[in-house]
């Protein structure tokens, strides 16, 4: 609006919805865990994006009331029939092994096979992800239709893995801002071959931070991709006397599908990063959802433990466990679009606007109205029924400016965008009728 | 749950309804008023079953506003048409004679009579209850049919009553527990021939105290039988430095019939009283409701004035004065039943369980969540759908347990019923997951 | 109801609205503006009801961020068409001519004249009202069906007006009562001959003040006539540091017409104004609405401009900007009406009547219920329903008067109206059960 003033609304750059496709296809068929190769893999190709700092933390290492498990690696599986025919075979398919499954090697009757194989009896033709990160054992996962078809005879089986000490891995992305206060976005990176979830949320996270990294900033920002659980509370624990640095936080993850989205608040319930995600939800004409905070869902489970307590929620498009391709072979690249992981960029993009620009103003000044004619103000608006929405948006944020009311405040209030009534801030700050309140 | 874990929750005994039905059936036809023989031998019948202190305070005595007035007794009454035949006998009810009726003996026209009989011409075939404690007056209550029978001749009308001083009779029965902080259950014990009003009140705390004494609590418990407002005002004001102790109370009438449940909330409107019976009746699978607080009913008014602002609510099925039988010789003993004393007893006892054992609970693990697995806890559950549930509770648990909210404020948080979530609780306590917040 | 007591409602005087109606059509005709002469001869008008201090203010004063403008005055203005014949005549009315003209005389094609002329397409047989208080311009305003019909000729255009230094005019009518705290009635006097906007408000002031001046009252009233805008900032910056007295205000507008009532509430949102306001037309029978603060409309803009923040809401019949009669010659005296003034009176003469008497009481017999009875209270009452509903007031007074609730409090509490509340709470402080929480 006015080259002079300080606040610019940045728009997503075109076809970042597809640059976000691309790279979730690109680490989709990778097989992660919560330790071991996958893992490493997928940060090498995340830092061919953005600077990441890797960390390896050893087998053993004691996380609060956890600790850091052996690391998992897997080369082959399969399962051969009598006619030593791979009726199974890890290498078509990852979530076909089940995650952390040790290392096994012989001839099975079909009864005793049958106690390691993991179906979905109520969607016969989808193979179910599984894991027994914490329990060992070994399994398959595979479909109810192919199990049913399974000859009573005997099946050779083929792990070839290992479960060793060796060290968990995660990494960061850090942008540095003017302020020390910091902003935490956060998407796990265990799961093996399940495109929502969550090679869309490591994906958009990685772009983001791309973008970010061409702006100067208020806030700093942190981008932690680490295994869900146990990664994000071996992340508090070597940072626990940091975190309280976090003002705002977002878990991310299954941000590609066509459903919600929906936003799930923090345990505070009221903190800033809550109101912001309802703000920028409810003027982005989708049919999003906010939710309660619930002690269940992803690792805004750890960074709201009471110990922690941190603004942290959790943004997704369909919620975990409520869709039928949750943790299955049906979260793969068709259930996942670029429209829809452009709308989730957008979102975000949109919350980490409000997060750096929202600001307290003082109005210079507050006994009566400013004659705003004798600057130009209604001149420069014109007569349109834009221009009178302007105006009613100058007069609201003249008269609540009195450092009690934040810009967003002020757009809840009369129910306009942030960028918006935060453009109007800009237009009347450089006309010296509205200061920033700490220097007023 | 667990051998080891201090909470369990307490079944009624089985028949209870039927047995507080025999004590209300055995009361019913003692003629009380607001002092009198008819109290006392209503004390003695409730004493069969539990310890009561009896109090007998002089009539004169002085208490706040109000004055113990002097004692009713009656003995005969009765109305003789022109023929000597009896048309009306308190003997076959005492709702036949107006409380406190003065003694008469002679010959009135049918237009002096008029003026002593009390009907309901809207329900023409009951008998209404009356009172006159502090006009010196004497009335009979009859039917409206048998008023519009009546002849134009001279009838003969004997009141054998006295009014003199004496004493105001009330009871106490107290249990003690191992805080001196109190519970209260009061039950106003002055009227007559009224089965639900409140012949159900008195059968259900007596019985409800026999069973209290059967355990051990946290809190004492006290019971008080007493006139309505005279007897409530004299206990106050007999017991006006020691009502603080009061941390809960409950006023109980017209518990028997099928109506409600309803719950009056105290004055205070947000005492735990009100919340702790909200959550019970909420869990109680009838339509029960919770009304705002109101000065006017029973002796809740004086336990509920600002001067005292006890933390006390009503508790009834029907509310006084909504349902037909109100106050009138329809309030028998086939408008009251075993099955609704059971519902009531139920929904009674289940506060009481709330009150004896809600607790504010710390985690000792509270930065990230603590590993259940490791500690068998996910393996004691299982894996049912009342197990998920379990699981959840649990997280819950130990989510909020951080000081500042009660087990009960967790229940109510994931609309679980107390006893579910206490007994979750006790087994995490076990398991050194959750200390009382006291001693954390 | 006692005449010891203290309180008495008061009725509007008969015919209160008729009344009304004579003096807004008496000053309806004149030519007002912001500043002049039309303003000076509408308060000698008002002058001739109640004593006014007339308060002139020099062109150039500054006030806050404005400057009082020069003084307008019209004599004469019209438009002749080329046969030298008057078509649009400013002696018809005052709304032909855009307010603030500068003085022209001279000959204009049809083309030029019409950047001056203004109509309303979609009201075509209505004149709009136009000002240019600040840039200095010239106009007429006809009916756009007058517009269309006019010729391709040449026009002769005269406004005799004048543009100099001179002043600006408000007057303030002032009844002292017990009390430095002051209640703000203020309407504004600077629109022509339009009725409702603000010949209602003006005519409605004035007698109520009268009516006012006849009691002796616990607040002091001002009541204050200016010009909108500038005369509400000038009136400001001369009265800045006493402002602080004004406990409630009203602005009145537009109170003559069949719409609403409505109550704008104060940026405060929750003044005692605001509440009152709400209880009073919520008892008023009429379709009525509360709508929240907004930083436009009337002079409330000014008194609740963030440096003042006073509790001054503004009330109207229909609200400015959403009748199709808004700021046209459809505003005539057809458009309002004794019945509606009369309503509108009643309402604000009722907020007054709350704002004065509204009192918090301490109960004298707090602990337990006083004994009605005794007092011949409950006789006093009688047994109808009306007593019934008088008894139940009692009680909540004598329960809820322990100083944090008002009178105007529990009468929102249990529904009814302030007056009835109020001559009860009087009945009651006759009786010593209540008295004056700061006297207790």
């Known amino acids: 609006m006015d080259p002079n003033t300080g606040y610019r609304a940045v728009s997503p750059p075109d076809g970042i919805g597809d640059e976000i496709y691309s790279l979730a296809a690109e680490i989709f068929p990778i097989c992660r865990s919560i330790t071991g190769e996958g893992v490493r893999e997928t940060l090498r190709r995340i830092g061919r994006h953005i600077a990441l700092d890797v960390h390896e933390v050893p087998s053993g290492t004691n996380v609060f009331d956890w600790t850091v498990p052996r690391e998992w690696n897997i080369r082959d599986a399969c399962i051969r029939d009598g006619r030593g025919k791979k009726i199974v075979d890890f290498s078509n398919s990852n979530l076909h092994v089940m995650s952390y499954s040790t290392p096994v090697s012989g001839r099975f009757t079909l009864a005793e096979l049958r106690k390691h194989l993991h179906t979905l009896p109520e969607q016969p033709d989808l193979v179910p992800y599984r894991t027994s990160y914490y329990a060992e054992n070994w399994g398959f996962c595979i479909s109810h239709r192919q199990l049913e078809s399974l000859a009573d005879e005997t099946y050779e089986v083929l792990v070839d893995s290992t479960l060793e000490d060796g060290s968990l891995t995660y990494a960061e992305h850090f ?70 640095r976090i003002k705002h936080g977002l878990v991310i993850s299954c941000v590609g599908d066509a459903g919600g989205p929906i936003y799930k608040k923090s ?174």
Chains 1, 2, 3 share one sequence.
């Open 267 to 440: 345990r505070r319930g009221d903190a800033a990063v809550d109101s912001i995600m309802a703000h920028v939800l409810k003027h982005s004409d989708l049919p999003a959802k906010v939710l309660e905070f619930s002690p269940y869902g992803y690792d805004e489970r750890q960074y709201c433990s009471p110990g922690f307590n941190l603004p942290v929620g959790l943004f997704q498009r369909s919620q975990w466990g409520t869709f039928p391709e949750y943790h299955t072979s049906g979260d793969n690249l068709d259930f996942i679009s670029g429209r829809h992981l452009q709308q989730s960029y957008e979102i975000v993009a949109g919350a980490l606007d409000v997060m750096d620009n929202d600001v307290f103003l003082n109005n210079t000044v507050s006994k009566c109205e400013p004659q705003l004619g004798k600057r130009g103000l209604y001149a420069a608006i014109g007569g349109s029924p834009e221009a009178a929405r302007s105006n009613v948006t100058m007069l609201w944020l003249l008269n609540l400016s009195d450092g009690n009311h934040s810009v967003l405040d002020i757009a809840d209030r009369i129910g306009r965008p942030f960028s918006e009534v935060r453009t109007m801030a800009a237009l009347l700050e450089h006309h010296g009728l509205l200061v920033p309140a700490s220097s007023a």
């Open 175 to 244: 942008h540095r801002g003017e302020s020390e206060d910091e902003l935490l976005l956060s998407a796990h990176v265990c799961h093996p071959s399940l495109a929502n979830d969550n090679c869309s949320g490591l994906a958009l996270l990685t772009l983001l931070a791309r973008e970010i990294g061409k702006r100067r900033t208020r806030l700093s920002y942190r981008f932690l991709f680490a295994p869900g659980t146990i990664g994000a509370i071996t992340w508090l624990a070597q940072n626990e006397r940091s975190a309280g």
